[in-house]
Structures are given as C-alpha cells and as structure tokens.
C-alpha cells in the first residue's frame, strides 16, 4: 500500500491550490476567501454534501462509500488559518496580505485534505462515509473548540476523528505518533499591575510597575523549578510586556501577557494556584496593585490506543517500514483539534516536512514534496478502516 499513483499524479495540481492559499492567508475566523475556495472545490468534486459557516468560518463535507452496510462514519480535519507574521521567503507565491502569513503549513493541510476529497469523491471506495472537516481558526482562537461546541460532530454522526501536522526536522513523508498525551495544555496568563505615575528623576515619588513586572516574569520562572515534581514537566513563558511612552517617565502600569503548558491536571491546578499567589505577593511587596487572569484554554491533546495504533499502521504502509515513529516525544506545543478527540476517539499525526525553517518562523515553508504521502495517508485510512470486503 505506498503512495497511490492517482495521487502522486496530482501532486502539482495540489500544490497549485496550496500556493494560491499561501499567497491570500487569512487569520482566524476570517477565512472568508479560503473557505470559499475550499467550498467550490469540494463541489465540483461532486462531494455529497458541502456545509459552509460551521464555527463561523469552517466547512465540512460529506463524502458516501459505494457501500453503506458498515454504518461508519469516520472524520478528516485540518486547519485552514494563518499567523500574525510579516512573511520573509522571498517566493514567488508569498503573502500578499501584510502582516499575515501561512507559517505552520495550514495552507499545506488544507491543499491535502482537498486533494483526498478529490480521491475519495472518484473513487468511493469504502463502506461507509467520510467526512472532511476544514476547521478555521486553530491559532489560539479555538475553532475545534467552536465546531464541537455548534454540535458538528453529532450533526454528521462523526464516530472517530483523525488529524495530521507537518512537522519540520523530520524526513519528508515520515511519520510520528504515540498513544496518550501527544501535545500538551495550553493556558493563557493575563497580568496587569498597576502603579504610581511620576518623573524618572523622582521615583520614590511613585511606585514602578516596570520594577514590580520585572520582578513577577523573574518569580514565575521558579515555580516550575521548584514546586513542579523534575519527574513531571510545565512550560511557563512571559511572551509580551506593555508599559510606558518614555525613557524620563516612570509609568503608572504595565500590562503582560504569557502562557503555560501542562500535561495532566494535577500539574495544571498547581500551575495555576502558583502563578496567581506568585504574582499577586511579589506585586504586593512591592507597593504594587495587580489583575491576574488564569484562563484555562487548550486541553492535552491525547490519542486514543486503538486509533493510534491503526493510524500507525497506515502511515506504515505509506510510508515503508522503519519510517513510523510510534514513540515520538510529546510536545509542549498545543493543538485545538484536542477538542474534537475530547469529543471522539482518532489520533494525531505528525508528517515529515524535512530540513526546513521551523513553524511560526517568517522563513517558513510548506514541503511540496510530501503532498503524495500527505493525501494517500488520508485517502488509505478511510479505505482501510472501512474496507469493501470485495
């Protein structure tokens, strides 16, 4: 079972589509031109049924086996959104939008699961139903959180759920998986700590929330250090600190922004019981007033044995042996489409995307090459799983 030759025949046509979602990225919720793309192409596929404005800006198509006896109903889903970041390739097909770019490959994700409707649709051959999920928004605005919540997954009878990454530094067309905890907890952190405004040539005349934030982001950092077990693992990270207009001005607050990363809950409530104690006594020492927000955002991703080990064995057979990591590392990186395996049983894969700039980088690019192993993977696993019995 390796690459599908029809496949493999499409690759330039897919990566056409690909470049043409690079070049117009669209951040979350605002996939209006994308959506719109995804949904005519999905319709000239003769797809079943073509849904639009699912969690706002996604769409979901359904494809019917040649048989129906089996009564399964098995769901794609990749993520169709962009990132706040000014584009640095140079390609030829880079951004035209300033500002936004497709640096985490979801222009490549989108193109793929396009590309295995396009399979499916000619073929049909499976017992049963697929359905092809375009999810919008997965940048930390939580569109897999927005679709479940609609009812989507019971709205199409959806009874497993798969998704699959690029990930850059692994061989193109490889894969990785593990059963369990894939990607971990992702938490937001929202602080403000306020002061008393005055020269900077009197700042005993005032209280510095420039000195007091300097002093919460150093405490922060020594919580994992010392109340997270070494055995266990957390992420705590500061990523943008707001304050003041001048260097002769001592302002009268300062606004920071952060996020934390947990693999079970147990470590997550003492992350966050830690981070508003760390952060309210050290302002409090200080002179300072302060707001902290905990808020509770992406859950742990987790993969399901049985569907791990399946999805495992058809990346195998794409692939060839020796080229399945079924032990990868988890990450601290977050995924929403842990909502949708909160919601159903099905795994997360990751794809080889080779030597290339890392995901969120500006230099950052989609592999091409690994469209045909990408799109097989898709169109294998519906047939497999719903196999003819012919």
């Known amino acids: 079972m390796p690459i599908i030759n029809s496949i493999a025949a499409m690759r330039d046509e897919i990566a ?3 470049r043409d979602i690079h070049a117009n990225p669209e951040l979350g919720f605002e996939e209006v031109r994308t959506s719109g793309l995804v949904a005519e192409q999905l319709r000239s596929f003769g797809c079943d049924e073509v849904a639009t404005g699912i ?28 990132l706040p970041i000014d ?11 300033a500002g936004v770019m497709h640096a985490c490959g979801h222009d490549g994700h989108t193109a793929m699961l396009l590309g295995a409707a396009k399979y499916l649709g000619e073929t049909r051959n499976f017992d049963g139903t697929a359905v092809l999920i375009f999810q919008p928004a997965e940048e930390g605005k939580g569109g897999g959180r927005e679709m479940v919540n609609e009812g989507m997954l019971d709205r199409f009878g959806v009874q497993e759920v798969y998704g699959m990454h690029n990930k850059p530094g ?4 490889s894969f990785a998986i593990r059963p369990g905890p ?10 403000e700590v306020r002061g008393k405004g005055t020269h900077a040539a009197y700042p005993h005349l005032g209280i510095d929330p420039i000195v007091a934030a ?8 020594s919580i994992v250090a010392r109340n997270i077990n070494p055995l266990q693992c957390a992420v705590i990270t500061i990523g943008r600190i707001r304050g003041g207009h001048a260097g002769n001005v001592v302002p009268a607050d300062v606004k920071l922004l952060g996020t934390a990363r947990t693999f ?6 003492i992350v966050e019981k830690r981070v508003v104690e760390t952060v309210e006594f050290t302002a409090r020492a200080l002179g300072a ?14 993969n399901a044995e049985r569907e791990t080990r399946f999805a495992a064995g058809v990346a195998e057979a794409i692939a060839g042996e020796g080229k399945v990591n079924l032990d990868v590392e988890p990450s601290m990186g977050a995924e929403d489409f842990s909502f949708m395996l909160n919601a159903r049983p099905g795994a997360m894969i990751w794809i080889g995307n080779g030597d290339t700039a890392n995901l969120h980088n500006p230099a950052y690019n989609f592999n091409d090459d690994i469209i045909p192993a990408g799109v097989s993977y898709w169109a294998k696993l519906v047939e497999t799983a719903m196999a003819t019995g012919d």
């Not at 584009?87 to 939008?97: I, K, Q, W």
């Not at 692994?170 to 067309?173: E, I, L, R, Y």
């Not at 300097?214 to 950092?221: T, W």
């Not at 079970?264 to 409530?269: A, L, R, T």
Request: with cysteine; aromatic share 6%; proline share 5%.
């Open 16 to 18: 056409e589509w690909r």
């Open 87 to 97: 584009e640095a390739t140079g390609l030829p097909y880079a951004s035209n939008n």
């Open 289 to 302: 007033e302060v707001d902290v927000t905990y808020k509770r955002d992406y859950p742990v991703t987790i």
């Open 264 to 269: 079970s809950p147990e470590i997550q409530d």
């Open 55 to 82: 969690g706002r800006t996604g769409v979901v198509a359904v494809i019917k086996g040649r048989k129906q006896g089996s009564g399964k109903v098995i769901g794609l889903r990749c993520d169709m959104d962009a």
């Open 170 to 173: 692994m061989a193109p067309g």
């Open 214 to 221: 300097s002093h919460i982001v150093v405490a922060l950092q």
């Open 182 to 191: 894939m990607m971990a907890a992702a938490d937001r952190i929202f602080i």
